[in-house]
């Protein structure tokens, strides 16, 4: 029987992977023994899937033999249910795993205890963003405890061991309330954080010793308040990119993430030139309070993460903003000069165009942006590194209306927009030209081969200049919704060192 992963059959990998290779150098077999190793490449680069198991009838020497012109594989490999007390049959100089197509298994290996070999191995991935597969399970004479802090192991999260002498850390993708318990001596979670339709919180504490989580928090379906009961937390690390890292969705009781909650957030270093990842989070159905402080937002702009959904309010405790000047917007005559932040809708409108310098030092704005009835004929003088998050799913995020004499409606430097809802933009009645001879319907410039900026700043545009023609919205009342604000502000001030 063909061992699969994924619910894909082994055969189905391997002629994936060997689509596009040389076939003199792919192992088709399923299993390696004395018989299909007369059909291994004896090729720098092996394309396939090696199993290792009982009906191994060779010796290690024999396979280090029949492996030693292999500097790559391109595949997975297996060993399983062996008395071999050792791994070193591959190569350990220089050799190269790529290990996305199926990843790491040794299983059920009763006498092994030596597998140095794996942090020795340099192990990729055929994209940069990809995790790995490790599963080293029940092999009770193997020590991983420190295995899994050297070499290319040190860069995973997804390491599943169990069963072995001694594990790397804990399984945090298998917490219940049953078992919470058993999670009491854990300083170190793989796998990530995942708590799931827990309704007895009163265990918690048990996961007061965690200090490093390595993979997604997801906490889903449970009546926890917040994650004060993770007292020695300092670190959590990511490499699952391109999904959702942070959903905090669904939870009735859920008021609050700690204050240097995206600050401990921190990515594996990436090969040079590579563009920053795609990093996503939800906030979804929490309790009504559920607020994010400012230093908190920050924090997310700063670690470039993107969010579905956004469903928050502003915390009365801006929390540490450090030397950065947060002005609540009134109008563009009122504002200051110096203003890091804006508390509020920003809106420039006709008479306001030689205010603009005021804005070159903005780096967040905390409100929608609407630009209305102006002379401007670029935004090259507003904000050069602008972050935008806009709680109020009443108005689009962006409003650009009226503009007559606009040639040019790219931002010089969008890095990030997050909105509580739908990403909805406005440009209508603007210069008729605007988008003539081919030129995009688009606010932000495209940056980068992932695309991760592009998926930060994407939005969903329309108006008659893009599209059909829309009731343009406007704030009503106070330029700063009940929602931002859960205390009152002072036109100005300062924060610093809270």
Same mark, same amino acid.
């Given at each position: 029987m063909e061992i699969g992963v994924g619910g894909r059959m082994m055969s189905e990998l391997i002629d994936e992977v060997s689509f596009v290779m040389n076939p003199k150098c792919t192992f088709n077999y399923t299993q390696i023994n004395s018989t299909t190793i007369k059909y291994f490449p004896s090729c720098p680069a092996v394309y396939g899937i090696l199993v290792i198991n009982l009906a &191994?009838?060779?010796?290690?020497?024999?396979?280090r033999t029949a492996f030693i012109n292999m500097k790559k594989l391109f595949g997975g490999i297996r060993i399983e249910n062996t008395k071999w007390n050792t791994l070193n049959m591959f190569s350990t100089s220089n050799f190269k795993f790529y290990c996305d197509y199926y990843g790491f298994y040794a299983i059920n290996n009763s006498q092994l205890s030596d597998a140095t070999f794996l942090k020795e191995m340099n192990s990729q991935t055929s994209e940069a963003l990809v995790n790995c597969h490790f599963h080293i +399970? =029940?092999? /009770?004479h193997l020590d991983m405890e &420190?295995?899994?802090a050297e070499g290319f192991l040190a860069s995973l999260t997804s390491i599943k061991t169990k069963g072995n002498l001694k594990n790397c850390g804990c399984q945090g993708d298998e917490i219940t309330s049953s078992n919470l318990p058993e999670y009491t001596d854990c300083t170190t979670l793989y796998n990530g954080l995942k708590l799931y339709n827990l309704t007895d919180v009163s265990s918690l504490s048990a996961l007061s010793n965690i200090?490093?989580?390595?993979?997604?928090?997801? $906490?889903?379906? %449970? !009546?926890i308040q917040n994650l004060s009961f993770l007292v020695n937390w300092?670190?959590? @690390?990511?490499?699952?990119?391109? %999904?959702?890292?942070? =959903?905090?969705?669904?939870?009735?009781?859920f008021t609050s993430l700690p204050s240097s909650f995206f600050k401990m957030l921190e990515t594996f270093r990436l090969p040079a030139n590579t563009d920053n990842p795609i990093l996503t989070g939800n906030f979804e159905n929490s309790h009504p309070e559920f607020c994010v402080?400012?230093?908190?937002?920050?924090?997310?702009?700063?670690k470039k993460m993107s969010f579905d959904t956004f469903?928050?309010?502003?915390?009365?405790? #801006?929390?540490?903003? +450090?030397?950065?000047?947060?002005?609540?917007?009134?109008? #563009?005559?009122?504002?200051? =000069?110096?203003?890091? $932040? $804006? !508390?509020? =809708? !920003? $809106?420039? *409108?006709?008479?306001? *165009?030689?205010?603009?310098? @005021?804005?070159?030092g903005i780096s967040t704005v905390i409100g929608s942006v609407i630009i209305r009835n102006t002379e401007l004929e670029n935004f090259k003088d507003i904000a050069s590194n602008l972050n935008i998050i806009s709680l109020d799913d009443s108005l689009p995020v962006i409003q650009i209306v009226g503009n007559k004499n606009l040639t040019d409606i790219t931002f010089n430097s969008l890095l990030n927009v997050i909105t509580r809802g739908p990403r909805e933009a406005v440009i209508q009645d603007n210069n008729p030209k605007l988008f003539q001879d081919g030129v995009p319907c688009k606010i932000s410039q495209t940056y980068g081969p992932s695309g991760s900026?592009?998926?930060?700043?994407?939005?969903?545009?329309?108006?008659?200049?893009?599209?059909?023609?829309? +009731?343009?919205?406007? /704030?009503s009342g106070s330029n700063i919704p009940s929602i931002y604000l859960l205390f009152i502000l002072t036109s100005v001030f300062y924060i610093t060192d809270l």
């Open positions: &191994t009838d060779l010796l290690i020497g024999q396979l +399970e =029940n092999n /009770p &420190t295995l899994c200090e490093n989580i390595r993979g997604d928090i997801r $906490i889903e379906n %449970t !009546l300092k670190s959590w @690390k990511i490499r699952n990119y391109g %999904t959702v890292i942070l =959903n905090i969705q669904n939870n009735s009781e402080s400012i230093e908190q937002i920050l924090g997310i702009f700063e469903q928050s309010r502003i915390c009365n405790d #801006m929390g540490n903003i +450090e030397e950065n000047l947060v002005c609540r917007f009134v109008s #563009m005559t009122d504002l200051p =000069n110096n203003c890091d $932040i $804006i !508390l509020g =809708n !920003l $809106i420039i *409108e006709h008479g306001d *165009e030689g205010f603009l310098v @005021k804005l070159r900026r592009d998926y930060r700043t994407r939005l969903n545009i329309t108006g008659e200049d893009c599209g059909d023609r829309v +009731e343009v919205k406007l /704030p």
